[in-house]
């Protein structure tokens, strides 16, 4: 998923739902806030449950001032594939 600088969700990918549970239309405008547990230790889905995923946060732009982010999610124990369909993680 993209946000904006203030880390409103922008664009939602179409493998996203899966994930999450959020349609597109529904997580659009959300904050990175909604989606993380209280303590910001984990993950959470649309139902509230911890999500079993690894997480990277990146800026788009520059560190000191980003024009945005993009966050990048995977369910924990799923491989990679390169476009050959070989398998990296």
């Known amino acids: 998923m ?3 600088s203030a880390g409103r ?3 939602f990918s ?3 739902p899966a994930l999450w549970g959020y349609d597109s239309e529904e997580i659009l405008g959300k904050g990175l806030a909604d989606l993380v547990s209280p303590d910001r230790t ?3 889905g649309r139902d509230g449950r911890t999500l079993q995923a690894r997480a990277g ?3 788009l732009g520059s560190e000191e001032s980003p024009e945005g982010f993009v966050l990048v999610a995977r369910r924990q124990g799923e491989a990679r594939r390169l476009p050959t369909g070989r398998r990296w993680s």
Do not use: I
């Open 57 to 59: 946060v990146f800026p």
């Open 2 to 4: 993209v946000t904006d």
């Open 42 to 44: 984990a993950l959470r």
């Open 14 to 16: 179409a493998g996203a």
């Open 9 to 11: 969700v922008t664009h």
